[in-house]
């Protein structure tokens, strides 16, 4: 068990599924990455991390 | 010509990748040992469209394939075609995602504060520099 409402991967509609918005986020790294299901390296890490803020930054 | 109708499938592709990625170490036919396969050509058919891969198939061939079994149970379920099943799942366990999956999650909400932040034309530009497309 590693994140709120997620049971060794599966999400349970009965407590927290993740949002609309993760799902997105979750859906574009599947394409982007050709459903390789890369893991998160430092590298990795560091882009999603500066995704984020751009993110954060449109919103302000 | 033999039919490939299921070649375009992303478990079909996933399968190709995964073969040659491993075969410095595993053939191809060690694999379709360790998942059980009887006939050893039923993991080149699956690999190059030709059959599906069986259900329960998915959890022996992903841990020949050193690959997270949601990751290939979801693609099965895509490739299987059955609405009717991949919905029954998402009602009865939610949307099915991998242990990487869960990590980039939390990787999100930690970085955001767990403000929830959309998925904006900005974001993507980033990760689509760093992973690929």
Known sequence: ?60 | MAKRPHSETGLAKFLTRRVLELRPTKSQIRIATEAGFVNPNMLAMIKNGATKLPLDRVSWLAKALESDPKLLFKLALEQAGDETTARAVAEIFGTVVTRNEVAWLEEIRDASGHSDPSLTARSRIALRGLLGK
């Not at chain 1, 979750?26 to 998160?40: A, E, T």
């Open chain 1, 1 to 60: 068990m590693s994140a709120e409402g997620t049971i060794q991967g599966f999400t349970l509609p009965s407590t927290r599924p993740f949002t609309e918005n993760e799902r997105a986020w979750i859906g574009f790294l599947r394409q982007v990455s050709g459903n390789s299901d890369p893991g998160p390296t430092l590298q990795l890490v560091q882009a999603l991390r500066q995704a984020v803020l751009e993110a954060e930054r449109s919103r302000e």
